[in-house]
T-cell receptor, first 114, second 113 residues
Framework: GDSVTQMEGPVTLSEEAFLTINCTYT??????LFWYVQYPGEGLQLLLK?????DKGSNKGFEATYRKETTSFHLEKGSVQVSDSAVYFC?????????????FGEGTQLTVNP | KAGVTQTPRYLIKTRGQQVTLSCSPI?????VSWYQQTPGQGLQFLFE???????NKGNFPGRFSGRQFSNSRSEMNVSTLELGDSALYLC????????????FGPGTRLLVL
């Protein structure tokens, strides 16, 4: 079945540091890929998405490129801020097999210190 | 446009009781999905409804059920609550029910004592 694997956390960085959170997936067909972010006490917010190979999703300084050859969708940001502290989830949706169903990774807790 | 709303936001129940959670999707969205979030199991898919029909179901026992109304609002019900049902229940809505962006509500936090 479909699955998503994220790098183990938590991740602690200093403000203005470079961020990478690794995400790899296993899926049949050609899934859409997403990064969601969850702030304390809140639901999930879509951060960015990519729907086909080599697409780059970007938002608020975050970027991720859909790499079909390595089945990866790593999240990057050049300079993190304290306000980026949250839990980040990588997810996929494989329409051919599962409609709107999202399969999530384990989540990565990011803490950014001033 | 208003986002996805879920009610209630917090619930405390005791074992053996049943509970009903409600989700109102974004206006115009016809797909509603439900997820359970726990520290141990992470985010797990419960079921998806599209145009009042259950289209997809996750691997949860029959105690978990749901429905969708003609206005796309959805409810999920958990009967005979167990301690392990304590979780954050998240609802997500989408326009057409495909591999598109899902927009999540703030969740209902259920505590079973």
């Amino acid at each position: 079945g479909d699955s998503v694997t994220q790098m183990e956390g938590p991740v602690t960085l200093s403000e203005e540091a470079f961020l990478t959170i690794n995400c790899t997936y296993t899926a049949t067909g050609y899934p859409s890929l997403f990064w969601y972010v969850q702030y304390p006490g809140e639901g999930l917010q879509l951060l960015l998405k990519a729907t086909k190979a080599d697409d780059k999703g970007s938002n608020k300084g975050f970027e991720a490129t859909y790499r079909k050859e390595t089945t990866s969708f790593h999240l990057e940001k050049g300079s993190v801020q304290v306000s980026d502290s949250a839990v980040y989830f990588c997810a996929l949706s494989a329409r051919e097999t599962s409609g709107s169903r999202l399969t999530f990774g384990e989540g990565t807790q990011l803490t950014v210190n001033p | 446009k208003a986002g996805v709303t879920q009610t209630p936001r917090y619930l405390i129940k005791t074992r053996g009781q049943q509970v009903t959670l409600s989700c109102s999707p974004i206006s115009g969205h016809r797909s509603v999905s439900w997820y359970q979030q726990t520290p141990g199991q992470g985010l797990q898919f419960l079921f998806e409804y599209f145009s009042e029909t259950q289209r997809n179901k996750g691997n949860f026992p029959g105690r978990f059920s749901g429905r969708q109304f003609s206005n796309s609002r959805s409810e999920m019900n958990v009967s005979t609550l167990e301690l392990g049902d304590s979780a954050l229940y998240l609802c997500a809505s989408g326009m057409a029910g495909g591999a598109e962006t899902q927009y999540f509500g703030p969740g209902t936090r259920l505590l079973v004592l």
